[in-house]
Each structure stands twice: as structure tokens, then as C-alpha cells.
């Protein structure tokens, strides 16, 4: 790194620690900016890296809730009783309780995407293009159904988790620094994975798998871990989500799948596929541009967002970053070099 | 020398097209083979055979004296056998460099190297062997933005990094520049020589394969129709006849 980007990152860095005390009525506003920006870093490590455009991966966000709402509840008390809406029993948490839950609930739902991931992927990953988006949607969408007819985890009604003890301001403090310190970790994780045989590997899939497996490369074995990572963040965020919203039901919080599932792609496509900032970037525009319509053209809001999405689709194909790709391909170092002394360097 | 790839009658069809039928041969170790055929003779068919992209219906392949007729891609190609693509293949979207290294030899590779930065030496072959090729100035373009020539070169290239046992080349020399083969044929030559690689090449340039190979094979019709030196095929009637169509 030289010094430019170090001057860069530390303010990147101190811009998102002191952002909640300047804008502290944005406080939950910016969480959610984190949170779409951390399901476009790890939507385009498969989609933009790999070239496999999953509709799916709303699943591990949900997935995440729910997990981490059984172990939270789990931990102190039986999960049936709990979500038993015709029990009507009190259940209190203490400090300890609530904090241990959340900080298991949040790993463990990591934890079980990742391997859901593997399970999943190892089904799907044989479907190519248009089918495995498809493939993964379809996984989203029955898991969706499934969970609200499951009523030891509430059916339809979703769970109402504990609320956060303490300060309701500092609540939304925690929670922001929750994600963004996900969100920092991801961002730093993907630039050195992007930079390891690892990544080029999954680039070699996404550019053409069949010649990569001609070259002797273990595709299913790189597809399936870059899956089970993303799975890994997605689910702790979720878990995270869960304990943020209080309440969430299975269809239109956790498997969400047509309003965060597609935001996340079009964050992506917005920011430019298969780059490292284009995900964020395009998180960053596609959450002001949400909110902005929302507040001054409700009523048209989604009329809007479906004018972006086909404007994008149409004449940025290639999204923010790719559209700086064409018109200034020295800054990513594509260049013709002189004949130099031969081969040594 | 010993052969190293041994065909025994392999069979292939497609429906009720036959592709290859009771077909034989073995290329040597150390040697250029050649695999000449009109076309629709069922030379590529036999290359994916090889190579395991489909299953054979008959017969065996045998690589170094091991049975590969039912392994899968990857596997074969870890093995050290690896082939070339007719059209080219490379990955359009990354630069010349990044798609030298990545053809490192897997074979070699544990999982966790995967999660390790390519060393400077890695860097160095992969720019020897661009300026083998003669694409050491273009190699921070992107692959995809190459003329088709230089795209095979690549791919030629992106083989030699992956340092085969034997390499399976499918028309190398199909959509090069006329001045550009001679050079190629050179390379290939040192490939075979100084590299060591075993090639095993289709090629319907005649003029390029009587230069090269020491052996060749004839197909027609999915079977096998004459072997032999260059001469020997050169002046074989059955051979001549077949490519204007009297067979």
C-alpha cells in the first residue's frame, strides 16, 4: 500500500467510527447502509467473481435470523414455549442473557449458513447460468414457506425477540458498530482473498469454467468455499438483523427474497460486478436513491426503483466501476509495454 | 521409447452417428504424434475421449500405464495430461499475466497454497514463457481483447506453465497468420525438446505436421485408416484418397 491509500483508508476508517455521533438521527439509517453494503460484498463473491448470479442468497440472511433467534431463546428457555402466541407466558432475559445470546446466536448462524452453504451448493452448482439464479431463488422461496408452516419457530407470526436492555439510543449505537465492524472485517478479508491464488482461481470459473477444469482446477472445491464465506457473513448479519428488528416473520423480513434478495443484486450490477469497490459503491447509491424515493415519491417509489434497475440493466452494464474500466484503463493498470531487455525483470 | 498414451478400440457415438469406431493407437513418449483425418473423421472426438469429456463407450485410454477412460476432467488434467481447445479458450476478462498463473500446475498445489500470493518466481515463468510465446508486451492487456492468433498463443502458453507430462494440441495452427506458423512449428519443436513435453497433435495443415511429427495416425470415418512415418503417409493411396473424398 502506498501512502495515498493509507491516507484513504484512515479516513474511510474514521468517517465510519464517528458517523452515528454526526448524523445521530441516522443512526439506524446508516446500519442498514452497512448492512446492504456487506450483502453486496458477499452477493458479488459469487456473482461477480465466480460468475454464479445466485438469487439466493437472501436464504442465509433469513436462515441467520432464525438461527440466531433459536440459540438466543434456546440458551434460557424451551424455544416452543416461547413462540407458543397462545401461551401468553412472560419471559424475561437478564443483561447476561440477551448479550450471550446475541454473541453465540450471531456465530452459530455464521456457522450454520457456512455449511448449509456446502450442502446447498453441492445440489446446485451443477446448474449453470440462468438456472442455477433460478435453482438458488427456488431454495430461498421454499425455505420461506417451510419455515412459516413450522410453528416450533413461530409459523407465520415470526418470533418476537427480547428487546435491547439498556439506553434505545445507544441500542442503535451498538447496532451500527455491529455491522460496521462486520463490514470493515469483510471489506479487509476480501481484499487480501482477491489478491490470493484463491481469487484468481474463482475468476478463472467465472471467465470459463470448462477450460478451467481442463486446467486441472478443484472448481467444485473453490465454488463451494467461496459460497460457504459469503453464506458466513450474510448469516451473521441476519443475526444481527434479527436482534435489531425485535420482530421478524419468515416472509417479508427474513426470506425476503424481492426486496433485499434483488437490492443486493442491484446494489451490485449499479456498482460494478467483480470489482471491490463496485459493490460498495453501488450499496452507497442504491440506499440514498431508495430512501430519497421513498420519502419524496411515495406512491412511486417502486415505479422509481424499477426505472433504475432498467436503466442500469440497459445502458451501465457493466455498472459504475466498469464504466471507469473503459474510459480510463491505465488506472487499472491495462497497458501495452515496451519491448524491454527480454524476458527478466 | 515406451508409449505413453495407449488407446485400445475405442468406440464413440453420438446417436446413431459413429465418431470413432474400434480405434487404436499410442503415442510415444518424448515424441510428436500426429492425428490427421478429412473432416467429421472423428479426430476432436477422440481428443475428448482422451481427456474425459464424455464417456467411451468401448475400449480403454491409458495414461503412463493407469486407466483413465472414466476419470473426470480435472482429474486427467492433474494427472499431467492436458489439452488445447480448437477454439480458444482463455479467461477473456483477466490479463495475460493473471492467466499464466493460474495455469500453475494444480497437481502441485494443497488447498490451503491456494490461499497463499503467487511468488516472484511464479511471476518469472509466467513471463518467460509469455516472451516464448512473443506476447511479453502484451501481457497486461486483457486475454480477451487479443486478435484470435495471439489468443492460441496464450493458450499454448498457459499449457507450458501448467508443465504436462503430455499436451494434446487441437489444430494449433488453425487461424494464425501464414508468416506467424513457422515460429509456431518452432516453438512447438522446443516445447517437445527442451521442455520435454510429449505433444500429440491434430493438425490439417500438412505442411506443418510432415515437419513436426515423427509418427502420424489417419482417421476416416471414425476408424482408423493408415499409420506411419510422415513419408509413409505422405504415399499412401488409401490416405490421398480419402482427403478428395474417394473413401
Known amino acids: 500500500m502506498n501512502a495515498r491509500q493509507i491516507t484513504l483508508y ?16 441516522f443512526r439506524t439509517q446508516l446500519a442498514t447502509l452497512w448492512l446492504m453494503i456487506i450483502v453486496a460484498l458477499t452477493w458479488d463473491m459469487t456473482g461477480g467473481q465466480m460468475g454464479y448470479n ?207 434478495g434483488i437490492f443486493m443484486v442491484v446494489c451490485v450490477l449499479l456498482g460494478g460486478k467483480g470489482t471491490l469497490w463496485g459493490p460498495i459503491v453501488g450499496a452507497v447509491l442504491f440506499h440514498v436513491f431508495k430512501e430519497v424515493t421513498w420519502n419524496y415519491l411515495l406512491g412511486w417509489q417502486w415505479v422509481a426503483l424499477g426505472a433504475l434497475i432498467v436503466i442500469t440493466v440497459v445502458y451501465f452494464q457493466d455498472g459504475l466501476m466498469g464504466w471507469l474500466m473503459h474510459r480510463k484503463p491505465e488506472w487499472f493498470g491495462i497497458r501495452v509495454e515496451e519491448k524491454t531487455a527480454g524476458a527478466d525483470r | 521409447m515406451t508409449s505413453i498414451i495407449d488407446i485400445q478400440d475405442v468406440s464413440k457415438s453420438y446417436g446413431g452417428v459413429v465418431a470413432n469406431a474400434g480405434v487404436s493407437m499410442s503415442v510415444e513418449s518424448g515424441g510428436i504424434t500426429g492425428l490427421i483425418g478429412p473432416n467429421g473423421s472423428g479426430k476432436t472426438t477422440l481428443f475428448n475421449s482422451i481427456v474425459g469429456y464424455h464417456p467411451i463407450d468401448h475400449g480403454s485410454i491409458r495414461f503412463e500405464g493407469k486407466e483413465i477412460s472414466k476419470l473426470p476432467v480435472q482429474q486427467i488434467a492433474r494427472l499431467g495430461l492436458l489439452r488445447t481447445f480448437q477454439q480458444t479458450r482463455i479467461y477473456g476478462a483477466m490479463n495475460c499475466v493473471e492467466n499464466m498463473l493460474i495455469s500453475m500446475p494444480h497437481r502441485k498445489m494443497s488447498f490451503f497454497d491456494a490461499f497463499e500470493r503467487n511468488r516472484s518466481k511464479d511471476y518469472e515463468r509466467a513471463d518467460v514463457l509469455l516472451d516464448f510465446v512473443g506476447l511479453y508486451e502484451k501481457r497486461f492487456l486483457r486475454a480477451g481483447s487479443l486478435s484470435f492468433g495471439q489468443q492460441k498463443l496464450l493458450e499454448f502458453a498457459m499449457a507450458l506453465m501448467n508443465e504436462p507430462t503430455a499436451l494434446l494440441l487441437d489444430e494449433p495452427t488453425a487461424g494464425i497468420n501464414p508468416t506467424l506458423i513457422n515460429g509456431l512449428i518452432d516453438r512447438l519443436k522446443r516445447a517437445n525438446t527442451e521442455f520435454g513435453i510429449t505433444l500429440f497433435i491434430i493438425e490439417h495443415n500438412m505442411r506443418v505436421i510432415m515437419n513436426m511429427a515423427d509418427k502420424i495416425y489417419c482417421l476416416a470415418h471414425g476408424r482408423l485408416l493408415a499409420e506411419g512415418t510422415p513419408e509413409q503417409i505422405q504415399n499412401n493411396q488409401k490416405v490421398v484418397d480419402a482427403y478428395l473424398g474417394a473413401h
Open chain 1, 54 to 260: 445466485s438469487l439466493g442468497n437472501i436464504f442465509f440472511y433469513g436462515t441467520g435470523m432464525y438461527v440466531a433467534a433459536v440459540i438466543a431463546i434456546g440458551l434460557v428457555y424451551d424455544v416452543g414455549e416461547y413462540t407458543d402466541a397462545a401461551g401468553g407466558g412472560r419471559f424475561d432475559f437478564t443483561d447476561a442473557q440477551y448479550f450471550t445470546g446475541m454473541l453465540l446466536g450471531t456465530i452459530g448462524a455464521g456457522i450454520f449458513c457456512s455449511m448449509t452453504a456446502v450442502v446447498i451448493g453441492y445440489l446446485t452448482f451443477g446448474l449453470r447460468g440462468p438456472y442455477f439464479a433460478i435453482g438458488t431463488l427456488g431454495v430461498a422461496i421454499a425455505a420461506g414457506e417451510l419455515v412459516s408452516n413450522w410453528d416450533w419457530v413461530g409459523g407465520g407470526q415470526g418470533i418476537a425477540l427480547p428487546v435491547y436492555p439498556g439506553d434505545f439510543d445507544v441500542g442503535k449505537l451498538v447496532f451500527y458498530y455491529l455491522f460496521a465492524g462486520i463490514g470493515v472485517v469483510l471489506f479487509v478479508f476480501l481484499k487480501w482473498l482477491y489478491s490470493t491464488r484463491f481469487g484468481a482461481a474463482i475468476n478463472a470459473i467465472r471467465d470459463d469454467e470448462a477450460k478451467a477444469e481442463a486446467m486441472g482446477l478443484h472448481t467444485l472445491r473453490y465454488k463451494l468455499t467461496t459460497w460457504a464465506m459469503a453464506a458466513f457473513f450474510v448469516g451473521m448479519v441476519g443475526a444481527i438483523s434479527a436482534f435489531q428488528l425485535i420482530h421478524f416473520e419468515p416472509l417479508e423480513s427474513a426470506y425476503q427474497t424481492i426486496n433485499l
Open chain 1, 10 to 25: 484512515t479516513v474511510l476508517l474514521a468517517a465510519t467510527l464517528v458517523a452515528p455521533f454526526l448524523f445521530p438521527d
